[in-house]
């Protein structure tokens, strides 16, 4: 990367400020004219001169010169022009003048635009390299870096460096263009003026810089303490968990407001000077006026000076100031960039960046197949200077699963990155059938080897996103493009070439079948399966399927399925012993499993209209209650709820685990409930207010009668909400019929989660096991009706939210190593990556995986010694050097370090 | 049964009775009414104890596993705890309970136990009084026995 932001600059849009310099120049030419024409309106049509009869006349569009003395004072005849009375002559020359004024404008737009579509261009360029340099960062290298600051650097803190590019070489001319033309037509006019003038502006660009200096430093402080701050803040996020076990979330924000105090301090300096500093300009650029009237004026008087170049003049150093002050500006921001520049592009360089080559693109890399893995000499030394591996030397066959245990500080995990190549060797090397390991580009060592850590990251997309995400190397199947979508292909293409960007499709599939071992996208669905059973990942994905809601457009080919599986529970419950496990939604009966909500919608919501937290206010649904008088019961329903609420909860601390779970009324509510209830009491439930009433109005829609137990739906009550039932979805209007599925017996409904759907009812609370046993029942019966693929694949869609964290940690990792699995790797490394599982698990796991990896290589840092009796082979790592290695039988009888770990000897 | 008829039956044990009525009525709200089967087996010896249970109807017989198989030591049945010396530790389960017949409960957890009497600590003392007395008489009559033997 240019070291300087005039170098970046120059090298990248050098051609795009050469073609606009002609049009500056022209600007140039046109703002002269502009000047020039007021003085001969005002003169000539407006004071008369040259008009002394009424019927004179003056030639328009003369093009006469006569040159000043100095250069030889003779006249240069252009075209004579046509002779036009005073007022006609006065008309033309103000419409010449507007005319001027609009091509000049034009012309500036043209500029403007042409010199933001360049800054954008750059800005964009700037933007890919830095990531760019984000992706060839050596994996040491982040240890050093905070994600946070990465990313505003590159979000924030180089936005006003696109605009600066813009600005960089045009503006400088385009001003001084602007203030030389205004300068030399003052001093063409008048001489004195002129130089009047000119002193002004020599002592604005000499004092306001000087005065400014300052101001730099403390902007570039500013900026940097600004960027602390948000790393700080991150740093304060994911370390939360700390934050409140240790009870220093206050040390925190003490820490936290005396940066901002810091921050405070500097921007109040900041604005002070910037305020003075614009006191003085403004003072500079007001005082000549000032001068001129006074001495113009005093000229002008005594005949020495015409009033229209007086006004002309005046006129002219009206925009003397502003592109002085403007290019004084330019030249504060040339300063302050290039520093942002500079610090930005310190931030993102590493003297041991990964070569480009190394991540260049190839399509179907020549892979290791078979043979060995040799591993000869290898040291790391880190970055204190301190030997984590120290001259191992191994071998083993690529189709062996070896072992490797250690205990902490071994150097196993890292023996195991650099086996993967994501950490260079700082001696020795690896050859893995025939080829280089620490050499040869990343699209082999990343097709040829999969690495998953103890801690892998999931991005935030589906489980099955996350699993052929390492299958995705380069854009497999192009989209074809025709017509008027071709043309804006074409063009995003020329864009981002010019911009320096990639120009890989990624709306491309990148899937690459082939490494999965399959030729399309439903044999890589099965494999999916396959991969899940090997990761033991199944069930989780199957549960989540059945927690999913599905929309008709993912369901169809499912929702007959559904609605079988629906009626062939319902037979199955029909049977004695489970019959009352689930209590189905019956449309003539109140169901008291659900909440009171469930029973009046008689259907699922669908966005926020009929949502829970709604119904209270919602106009429909008032319209409902009131229409079957219902709303004075269940807001009695409703104060009385509120009673005992107050009275069972009001006495629990904030943030008891009780509010969450059983409270219908948070903590922060609990005092204005309070209020109401006391008011109640005065005035009686008809008189208060709309919001107190719909507050009350609110809490009996979450009432589920047999799990709350309160006593406060009646038979009778029951009997009217069935009534209010019908009334709801018989009056329901049309706009409001997409906001809520209504329960149909022979209809699939979209909004509910497919375990809901083949429910059809509530799992009765107070049966004891009662979900265990219905849980096993409904798989039983997916099993039976073959559905199992389908939910799976529905499971597969589950977003895993950020970091995977809407998965167990177990889960995440399960995961990643089915990613690293799907893509068929010559060598599978696992670094730890089953030790958040437990025992267990673990085991079936690692048998699993080794099941589904047979004849080819797994590499296997393990953190349960015993479980390397799996292993053909085993390497024993003590204080970064290979302490024994050979078969687990061997080892367990001679080798006294691996005795050690193993606790025998 | 009706909430108010749980706090009643809540508040006949001692070790709830000495709690505020407001708190008994908490944890009657909190608590969760459970039906198990005939031959269900509630909890089996060495689990983890997570809840104790008031028999509201039903019978149950309590076993402790031994090596020639099961013995019967209890059959508990209505207005009875079981349990409940989970409720005060992390102890595992001494016994195994399986229900003779159709059992209705009233299943308290542990996490809402405690919670309840950690805010309360004139509660604490008394249970800290009874399990006192508790010992004592285990004491005793562990004594009496080696005294016969």
Redesign the interface.
Known sequence: MERSLFGFILRYSKREQILILPLVVASMLFYFATLDLPKAIVNQPISGKGFSQPDSTMPFLRFVWKLPDFLGGSTVHLFEGFAMERTPYLFALTISFLILIIISGLIKLQINTMKGWMGERMLRRLRFTLFDHIMRFPLPHFRRVKAAEMATMIKDEVEPLGAFVGDSIITPLFLGGQALTALFFILYQHVYLGLVALVVVVVQTVIIPKMRRRLLVLSKEQQLTARQLAGRIAECVDGVTEIHAHDTSNYERAEISSRLGRIFLLRFELYQRKFMVKFLNNLLSQMTPFLFYLIGGYLAIIGRLDIGTLVAVIAAYKDLPSPVKELIDWDQQRLDTGIKYTQVVEQFTADDLVPQSQQELIESPQLPQQGLVRASNLSLVDESGSKVIDGVSFEFDMAQHVAIVGAAGSGSGDLAQMLARLVPPTNGNIDMGGVDITRAPEAVTGRAISYVGAAAFLFPLSIRDNLVYGLKHWPVHEVPYEGEALKKREHWLKESERAGNSTLDIAADWIDYKAAGVSNAQELEQRILEVLKSVDLEETVFEVGLKSAVGPDQAAGLMDGILLARETMRERLNQP?IKDLVERFDLSRYNRNATLAENLLFGTPVGKTFDMENLARNAYVRKVLDDTGLSGDLLKVGYKLAE?MV???S???PG???FE??SFISHDDLPGVKEILAQVSDIGLDRITEDDRNLLLALPFKLISA?????LIDEALEARILEARRHFSETLPAELRGAVELFDPQRYNSAASLQDNILFGKIA?????AGARIGLLMRQLLDELKLRPLVLKIGLAFQVGTGGARLPVADRQRIAIGRAILKRPALLILDQAGSVLDPASQNRLLENVLQCRRGSGVFWVLNRVELAERFGHVLVLDGGRLAASGSYGDLKEGSEPFQHLLGTA | ????Q?VELIRRFPIFSKLPP?KQ??LA??S??????AG?V?FRAGDAGEACYIVIDGSIEISVPTPNGPLVVNTLGRNEIIGEIAIFGDVPRTATATTLSRVETLRISK??FL?VIR?NPDAAVELIRILATRLANTTAQFSKSLQKS
């Open positions: 012993d005992t009275e069972l909860f006495d629990l601390p008891h685990e009780m779970q059983f799990r709350h137990r309160l006593g609370s107070g049966q004891a096991g | 049964m009706s909430l108010e749980e407001a009525k908490l709200f909190t969760e009414r459970l039906t198990f089967d269900h509630m996490d809402q919670s805010e």
